[in-house]
């Protein structure tokens, strides 16, 4: 066919805001075939529970700061 989609799992960590953070997700291109090459027509991607509840910690900290 002419249309495909690859599920590729990430790493990531480095600092935010002077803090530590690492997560994990999910990233889902969507990709047609132009003549004979194929074309990313779509991204999408979705942390990690673990880095989203991080997140919300951090900003539960903000406001009572």
Same mark, same amino acid.
Not at 1 to 9: K, P
Not at 16 to 27: D, F, M, N, Q, V
């Given at each position: 066919? =002419? !249309?495909?989609?690859?599920?590729?799992?990430y790493?990531? =960590?480095?600092? !935010? +805001?002077?803090?530590?953070?690492?997560? &994990?997700? &999910?990233?889902?291109?969507?990709?047609?075939?132009?003549? =004979?090459a194929?074309?990313?027509?779509?991204? =999408?991607?979705?942390?990690?529970?673990?880095?989203?509840? &991080?997140?919300?910690?951090?900003?539960? +900290?903000?406001a009572?700061?």
């Open positions: 066919g =002419s !249309l495909a989609v690859r599920r590729s799992r790493a990531k =960590s480095g600092q !935010l +805001e002077g803090r530590p953070y690492a997560g &994990t997700g &999910t990233k889902y291109f969507q990709l047609a075939l132009v003549g =004979s194929w074309r990313i027509v779509a991204l =999408s991607w979705i942390d990690d529970v673990r880095l989203t509840l &991080t997140m919300e910690q951090r900003n539960a +900290e903000r009572n700061q």
